[in-house]
């Protein structure tokens, strides 16, 4: 009950706001800007805490995690107007139509992916390397949790 | 001389980490998407202060400038790859060769979009609409002043 009355308040701001406004073909094309942005500063993570670890640097690591935690708040929802379930922004979206009907499986995926990268982001300032590989790992099971489930594949 | 120390500094970090390895025309795709995700960040920002002063909302004005910030922190820098200054990343570049020479230039308005974008997060974070919206004008400033110099008109 809680959650659908939060899904309506979230609904009539976005209505209300210029948010609305958006065209489907722009919609997807920031959508699609904002999760290849991200994953260049996930790939940056990864060079860092996976692949080699000897060029780990702190500064960079809380840069790349702050991007995608403030990625992570933006309110990406918005963009999935109507009409965004088919159409190209700078590619065809690949979004499935589940994401525009099955809203507690939304908000599910899209509640761990915002809790993850925020977390992400504390980790990181922490400069403790060991443990932020942990959370970049659940990051990444975040990601594709959503992928998995909401993204057609190529 | 100091900032030719740095840059050195800077440009040694660049080649010894992975980042090196981003191929020119993914590294176009990149920095096209950051700055398009941004764009939409500065259209909320936009609509909230300017269009329709009434939909100003504090959290989301926070989201909008700390994604802002974050992508100015991000170290885009990285992405201007030798072999990036054509080609075709979501769409051909419209990056200026200046870019890639001209350095003092490019630290400027750098340096200066980083300060603007890292007030705007400060300045969005104190709820002060009225200040924000001063903020987001030089934000815009800032903007405008690396595609002047170095963004060929479309």
């Not at 009539?12 to 406004?21: F, H, R």
């Not at 933006?74 to 009907?101: C, H, I, N, Q």
């Not at 403790?128 to 659940?138: E, H, I, P, S």
Request: proline share 3%; net charge positive; charged share 25%.
């Amino acid at each position: 009950m809680k959650s659908k009355i939060i899904l309506a308040l979230l609904a009539t701001a976005i209505a209300g706001s210029a948010l609305a406004q958006v065209k489907p073909e722009d919609a997807i094309k920031f959508r699609q800007s904002g999760y290849a942005f991200m994953s260049w500063n996930m790939g940056k993570l990864k060079a860092m805490l996976v692949d080699n670890p000897a060029s780990y640097n702190k500064e960079q690591a809380i840069a790349a995690a702050n991007l995608i935690a403030a990625t992570a708040n933006s309110g990406m929802g918005a963009l999935y107007v109507p009409g965004s379930d088919k159409g190209k922004g700078w590619k065809e979206t690949r979004v499935k139509p589940e994401l525009f009907t099955d809203r507690d499986a939304v908000g599910k995926v899209a509640m761990a992916f915002n809790k993850e990268a925020n977390e992400l982001a504390k980790v990181a300032a922490t400069g403790d390397a060991a443990a932020l590989k942990v959370q970049f790992g659940k990051v990444g099971e975040a990601c594709k949790g959503c992928h998995d489930k909401f993204r057609k594949d190529e």
